[in-house]
Structure formats: structure tokens, C-alpha cells
């Protein structure tokens, strides 16, 4: 999969699955546009993919609260004055709160869901307007498992995950004309932490066989965006180690 002189925005990209995906395409010859609230953690990002021996390509820092309109605005705009294209676009960036929905506050709940999911409607829309005009690109929204079952105290997250999905295939089939695709991966558990930390059974009830890692999902990244896979669209791919297969049985 080669990805050289692409232009790919990641956001969320400073820490966790979003930084091994941008680390990942740069791997690969793209230049990387991290998109990251957290201006620290971000530049640490793009400083790490520059200096990597590993990369083929480039990374650049640009601050973006995802969850501000404005913000994804200039992200855009910033993308288009500066390399005049957009090739791949990956609407990492979310966050959750585990609370009850009896006291779920709407401000939270719109936070989450603005945060979550207007966010990949309104960073498609705008990438959409740049990417028609050289022939088309791709687009990547990170759902989860939780968009099909969930532990208590989740409703926001799981709201703003299952409207994913749902965005995904009506985007598809809107943006399809203009060469366009827009797919969904939903990942399960993937430690961002200390993997050595993790206890025998966390891996044993994965029909995989362990818990995923962030270039699990990163590597997926690149096979949805590559341009050789332009007949998969409005499509989501689950990789959770197999779990929302298994079926559990309480003695």
C-alpha cells in the first residue's frame, strides 16, 4: 500500500489510535496533517513521525477542537491553501463519559455528540468540497463496538457511535458521484496503555486470542483509503478480536 505525496488529515491524532494511524501513513510517504486539540501532545506527535526513521513521509501539527465548527473550518481551508488537495481524511477525534442517564446533563450529552458526531459530518462536508475538485478521495469515521452493545451509563457514546455508522452509508451514497468514498471501522477493545499490564483472562476472552493494539486499526486504516479498494464504501468493518461474535452463557 503506497501512500506517497498524499495529503491525509487524522484528527484526534495526538495520543492513542489516532497517532499510530497518522504514524502509520507516514510510513507509508504521506505527509500527515495532525489534527489535535491538545497542542502538546500534538506537536509531540508530528515531532515523534518526523523524526522516525521509519517514515517515508512528513507530518505537520495543527490545533483543532473538533468539537468547534469554526475550527474545522480553518482545518480545511488551512489544507487547501497549503497543498491544494486532500486526499484521505480520518474523522479519529471522540471522547465519552460513563454516567448515569439519570443524571446525563443535555450540556454533556451535547458535548459527546458534538464532539463525536457532528464533528464527522461537518469535517466530511468541508474535506468533501477539496477532494471533488482533483477527482475524489476517502473518508474514514471511527465508530466502535459500542455501536452495537454496551455496558451501562454509556447512552451518549453509543448514540454518537451508532449515528456514525448511519452517517457513514447515507455520506457514501451521497458523495459516490464525486468519486468519493466513505467507509467505518468500529474498533473493540484496543489498549492505549500498559499492554504488559493486561491480565491473562482480558486476552483469553477475545476469540482472537488477545487484546488488539492501535496499529490493528491502523493497518485498516490503510487498506479502506487505498485507492486500489474503490469498490468498498458505506461499509464498516468491526475489529474487535472477535467479540461481538461470541456468545456468553453465566453458569
Given at each position: ?199 491473562p483472562e ?42 461481538t461474535r461470541k456468545m456468553?452463557?453465566?453458569?
Amino acid at each position: 500500500m503506497q501512500f506517497t505525496d498524499k495529503i491525509v488529515i487524522v484528527t484526534g491524532a495526538g495520543s492513542g489510535i489516532g497517532r499510530a494511524i497518522a504514524g502509520m501513513y507516514a510510513a507509508h510517504g504521506a505527509h500527515v496533517v495532525i489534527a489535535e486539540r491538545n497542542a502538546e501532545m500534538g506537536e509531540a506527535a508530528a515531532q515523534a513521525i518526523n523524526a522516525s526513521d521509519s517514515s517515508t513521509g512528513t507530518a505537520t501539527f495543527h490545533q483543532v477542537d473538533v468539537s468547534q465548527p469554526k475550527d474545522i473550518e480553518q482545518l480545511m481551508q488551512m489544507t487547501d491553501e497549503r497543498w491544494g488537495r486532500l486526499d484521505v481524511l480520518v474523522n479519529n477525534a471522540g471522547l465519552s463519559t460513563w454516567e448515569s442517564p439519570y443524571e446525563l446533563a443535555v450540556e454533556a450529552w451535547d458535548h459527546i455528540l458534538n464532539t463525536n458526531l457532528r464533528s464527522v459530518f461537518l469535517g466530511s462536508r468541508e474535506a468533501a468540497k477539496i477532494m471533488r475538485k482533483h477527482g475524489g478521495g476517502a473518508i474514514l469515521n471511527m465508530s466502535s463496538s459500542r455501536a452495537h452493545m454496551s455496558e451501562p451509563n454509556t447512552e451518549a457514546y453509543a448514540a454518537s457511535k451508532g449515528g456514525i455508522l448511519a452517517l457513514t452509508h447515507a455520506l457514501a451514497v451521497s458523495l459516490g458521484p464525486d468519486g468519493i468514498r466513505v467507509n467505518a471501522i468500529s474498533p473493540g477493545w484496543i489498549e492505549n496503555g500498559d499492554y504488559s499490564a493486561l491480565r491473562p483472562e482480558d486476552h483469553e476472552q477475545h476469540p482472537a486470542g488477545r487484546v488488539g493494539v492501535p496499529d490493528d486499526i491502523a493497518r485498516a486504516c490503510l487498506f479502506l483509503t487505498q485507492k486500489d479498494n474503490d469498490f468498498i464504501t458505506g461499509t464498516e468493518l468491526v475489529i474487535d478480536g472477535g467479540m461481538t461474535r461470541k456468545m456468553i452463557y453465566l453458569p
